[in-house]
């Protein structure tokens, strides 16, 4: 079945970047997202990627996709402490109406 | 209101309880979705209705019953749930506009669900 793989931590400095990664396993995937969740709260949306692009800039994120690899990332400029959240990867596969998610990154800012 | 909305915040029920939760959306979208998130586990896709009617059924048991009278509400009845029910439940919708479209899921905030 569809694959959504994440690491589960990441560790930052206040003001360096954060890059998050992922990677699926359903090549008929057609749209990639990147959600935040913060305590307490939902998912909020973030960004998305159409399969076709190799990338997408949206103010401080930027997304890669490698769509041979199939690996995005989501990488985070001058990350601040307000970033501090569980970021997920999902897709959308060619098949079922929802999405597949990975189990989240845990992105945690150093003073 | 604005958005998705899901009441109650949070749910404590006994195993022979029954209870339900309830999502609202105010989006004007015509998709609505059920996702459970366990600890250490990926979101898993519950439940999907599309324009009203269920498209999608993940396997979930059927103590898990969902209802959608319309398109802006999305209700999951529970009954003799289990501990292991325990977890966040979410609820998301989207706009449908078939299979080339973007799919954009927006979440309400979820139901804590604590089942003892």
């Known amino acids: 079945g569809e694959d959504v793989e994440q690491s589960l931590f990441l560790s930052v400095r206040e003001g360096d970047s954060s890059v998050i990664n992922c990677t699926y396993t359903d090549s008929s995937s057609t749209y990639l997202y990147w959600y935040k969740q913060e305590p307490g709260a939902g998912l909020q949306l973030l960004t998305y990627?159409?399969?076709?692009?190799d990338m997408k800039q949206d103010q401080r994120l930027t997304v890669l996709l490698n769509k041979k690899d199939k690996h995005l990332s989501l990488r985070i400029a001058d990350t601040q402490t307000g970033d501090s959240a569980i970021y997920f990867c999902?897709?959308?596969?060619?098949?079922?109406?929802?999405?597949?998610f990975g189990k989240g990154t845990h992105l945690i800012i150093q003073p | 209101e604005t958005g998705v909305t899901q009441t109650p915040r949070h749910l404590v029920m006994g195993m022979t309880n029954k209870k339900s939760l309830k999502c609202e959306q105010h989006?004007?979208?015509?998709?609505m979705y059920w996702y459970k998130q366990s600890a250490k586990k990926p979101l898993e896709l519950m439940f999907v209705?599309?324009?009203?009617?269920?498209?999608e059924n993940n396997s979930v048991p059927s103590r898990f019953s969902p209802e959608c009278p319309n398109s802006s509400h999305l209700f999951l009845h529970l009954h003799t749930l289990q501990p292991e029910d325990s977890a966040l439940y979410l609820c998301?919708?989207?706009?449908?506009?078939?299979?080339?479209?973007?799919?954009?899921?927006?979440f309400g905030p979820g139901t804590r669900l604590t089942v003892t």
């Open positions: 989006l004007g979208h015509n998709a």
């Open positions: 999902a897709e959308k596969g060619g098949g079922a109406d929802g999405l597949t």
């Open positions: 990627i159409f399969s076709n692009m």
């Open positions: 209705y599309n324009f009203k009617e269920q498209t």
């Open positions: 998301a919708s989207s706009q449908d506009g078939g299979r080339s479209f973007s799919y954009e899921q927006y």
